[in-house]
């Protein structure tokens, strides 16, 4: 997502405040449930890779300040690379013009995760870092919807098809599901964040279940950022809907093992995923969306910051916002 892509997007957006970012809702076509008696994700930007290009003045300038700079640890360094981690390690820096020229591409990448960063060092990035490349734009846009709820046995499926693997844990229940490659333009990621977080920080999560909805970008996609998952549905099998035993067997085994989908034939696998869409009583992808929708405008708001607009942040929006970031 390049700069002129950026504002040509956000053209069509509204204004609203920074301090309404966490509002949510929900419409549940499938239940027909209040919107109280949903969970309300969270939603925020987990991981951002930003390249552009540094001409020779500026890569001078920016060395000169990085070799002196104490928030900056720097190594690799030569007349025309370097490479640097800043501010605690929350930030890798990489500069390379010889491998940008040879491979036809842009010559730095900064990559970081924004909830990681307070406002302060947010800002010292872009002023420091970011603002010294031209030509800048994203190539990896990670959206994370938080879950206050259980979704060890939800599956993702798609129009096309998804690769998946699931690692469970000593008890046996699904603690990880990836879906898609790692090196495809869009990867999904559904985690036990409430555990992830005891295991690697030691850190205890109040809410009984805190589950991450994670969808990795990259790419094409960067540019899809808001419709990315249109073909996506997160469900909740209801195996007592399917009448028919011989069905209902069919689809626990393509659930369990995704190599089951090679023994069906074309109007067979067909039926399989008509069935699959139909069998849950919830689809988080409804929820994803319009969670997306309403928060659509202050997430082109933190995309336009990073490339060169200017946010004006009063006491109240920048403690909402930087609450959000604590997840």
């Given amino acids: 997502m390049s700069k002129n892509n950026n504002a040509n997007h956000s053209n069509h957006l509204e204004n609203h405040d920074l301090d309404n970012f966490s509002k949510t809702g929900y419409s ?49 360094i030569l007349q025309t690379k370097f490479k640097a981690k800043a501010l605690q390690e929350k930030v890798y820096i990489e500069y390379d013009k010889v491998k940008a020229d040879s491979w036809d591409r842009r010559n730095m990448r900064v990559e970081f995760n924004p909830n990681k960063l307070t406002h302060d060092e947010m800002f010292w990035l872009k002023k420091n870092i970011i603002d010294y490349m031209e030509d800048d734009g994203f190539t990896r846009l990670d959206l994370a919807f ?3 709820d259980d979704l060890s046995d939800y599956y993702a499926m798609s129009d096309k098809a998804l690769k998946k693997t699931v690692f469970y844990g000593t008890s046996g229940i699904a603690e990880t ?13 559904i985690y036990n964040k409430k555990k992830e977080r005891k295991d690697n920080a030691d850190i205890e999560i109040k809410s009984e279940h805190l589950w991450r909805v994670e969808i990795e970008l990259k790419r094409n996609m960067v540019d899809m950022w808001d419709g990315c998952f249109d073909d996506l549905h997160i469900l909740k099998p209801d195996y007592t809907t399917i009448e028919k035993a011989t069905e209902r067997h069919t689809i626990m085994a393509l659930l369990f ?33 319009l969670t997306l929708k309403e928060n659509e405008n202050q997430l082109q708001q933190h995309l336009n910051f990073w490339l060169g607009e200017t946010i004006v942040w009063n006491k109240k929006q920048k403690n909402a916002y930087q609450n959000l970031l604590k997840v």
Avoid at 45 to 70: C, R
């Fill in 28 to 76: 549940n076509s499938r239940l027909g449930v209040h919107i109280d008696d949903t969970p309300h994700p969270k939603l925020s930007f987990d991981a951002m890779t930003i390249v552009g290009n540094l001409n020779k003045n500026s890569a001078q300038k920016l060395s000169e300040f990085m070799s002196v700079e104490p928030q900056i640890r720097l190594w690799d």
């Fill in 146 to 148: 938080d879950f206050e």
């Fill in 177 to 189: 599901k990836y879906f898609g490659s790692r090196d495809s333009d869009r990867f999904i990621r």
């Fill in 257 to 289: 093992d995704e190599n089951e989908w090679g023994k069906l034939e074309r109007r067979r696998k067909y039926k399989m995923r008509k069935l699959m869409k139909n069998i849950s009583p919830i689809d988080l992808t409804e929820l994803m969306k």
